[in-house]
């Protein structure tokens, strides 16, 4: 926590391009510089600050910081507009010379380009700007000598032939860049995909991530990517199989049929009479709770692993297991309420394409959802290890 001497050491120093100073709020203001402070161009390896409630010329602006204005702070965190999604800590709100100051600290990035709504943003000396092409190039092979996650490790013996680069130009990059950007020439495909954790312009193959989510056949290097559904006649796995289903194929795609599937053949309703006659339609699970559940366990499997994710649904429960246990800064102390990510390309790439809504979020709707909906309690084993596994009972009317 910096100290309010030190907070006015940075208010004075009007030249380093690692301090942003600002009296706005808004998103289209505090995304980009989020995001510049992330992609930490001039490669200092240190964070970048951005100072509320500080004048351009280093003077406190005297205005009142709220909840609400805080709340927007960590929206920028959270809502997914910033991709990857940033590590930032916001300060207690400070009193200084008359007015509210909050410093939000922006840790660079191990994993750039990082973008906002599609738009790439560096620090350009004291200022902020649009990268160019050549700049996303370097941040792009700049990752190649931080830290991976899994999905960004190159997919080694892969090439470009096999992956789909037409599920990747009609149905992601259009979603994922802003049009400016993609009007500008020049751009190879294998940049557009490298800017975007697809490919690695290093060892010239596509990574991990690209091989999953546009894969031609994602299983030949990955032989657990795929979902295994499994509906049993009764209450245990020793009871007949009623039907199976084997999703695999390119994740852009599948996520899609997963999604229909969990809505025309999990989610099942039917009238009941109350008291007074009139009828009440129930439904053995929630829709959303379900679909959120399982898309988490997608996000954030193991893919090292040549398990599959398995879904079983019995005629009191649906079961969720998945390869990977807890992972990163999360634990059996903070879960559900700490996020970290073991597949952070694929976790952006969710996010764009609209089956993640926002960031450490859905655990805690989904409980609420089902709550309301009349299903016990979700339970969560997370002392498997190498598994993670929730067991979800159905609706108690059901």
């Known amino acids: 926590m910096l100290t309010i001497e030190e907070i006015k050491a940075l208010m004075k120093d009007l030249e380093p391009d690692s301090i942003e100073r600002t009296i706005s709020f808004r998103e289209d203001k505090l995304g980009p510089a989020a995001c510049a402070f992330s992609n930490d161009f001039p490669n200092h390896k240190k964070p970048g600050y951005i100072l509320l409630g500080v004048n351009d010329d280093g003077t406190v602006n005297g205005m009142t910081i709220g ?6 702070i960590g929206n920028i965190k959270s809502n997914g507009n910033v991709l990857p999604q940033p590590s930032l800590v916001v300060s207690p709100v400070y009193k200084i010379d008359g ?5 939000v600290v922006v840790q660079p990035s191990s994993y750039p380009p990082v973008r906002f709504d599609g738009r790439c943003w560096i620090r350009i000396g004291p200022r902020k700007g649009r990268a160019t092409i050549e700049e996303e190039r370097i941040l792009s092979e700049r990752r ?3 830290a991976k996650t899994y999905d960004l490790v190159p997919a080694f013996g892969s090439t470009l032939s096999d992956i789909s680069l037409e599920y990747f130009k009609l149905n992601y990059l259009s979603i994922a860049v802003d049009k400016e950007t993609l009007s500008e020439n020049g751009r190879s495909i294998e940049v557009q995909l490298a800017s975007l954790r697809f490919y690695d312009l290093k060892e010239k193959c596509p990574t ?4 999953i989510l546009f894969g031609i056949n994602p299983e ?6 795929y979902i295994q559904y499994v509906k049993f006649q009764g209450n245990e796995m020793i009871c007949d199989v009623e039907y199976e289903k084997k999703f695999s194929g390119a994740m852009i795609t599948e996520l899609n ?4 599937f969990i809505k025309n053949n999990i989610i099942k309703e039917r009238p009941v009479r109350q008291d007074t006659f009139q009828e009440q339609i129930i439904r053995n699970y929630p829709y959303w709770a379900l679909r959120e559940l399982i898309m988490n366990a997608i996000m954030h499997r193991s893919y090292e692993s040549n398990a599959p994710i398995y879904i079983y649904e019995f005629s009191n429960r649906i079961e969720i297991l998945n390869p990977g246990g807890l992972f990163g800064d999360v634990n059996a102390q903070n879960f559900p309420y700490a996020s970290d990510y073991r597949n952070i390309v694929l976790a952006e790439a969710m996010k764009i394409l609209g089956y993640v809504n926002r960031f450490n979020y859905g655990i805690q709707r989904a409980k609420e959802e089902f709550n309301k909906n009349g299903n016990p309690e979700p339970e969560f084993d997370i002392t498997l290890i190498t598994k993670f596994k929730v067991s979800i009972p159905i609706n108690s009317k059901w």
């Open 144 to 146: 190649a000598a931080y």
């Open 99 to 103: 007015g509210d100051v909050v410093v």
């Open 257 to 260: 049929s997963i999604d229909d």
């Open 220 to 225: 030949f290097y990955l032989p657990g990517a």
């Open 208 to 211: 991990n991530a690209g091989i």
């Open 67 to 72: 909840d609400e204005e805080l709340q927007k």
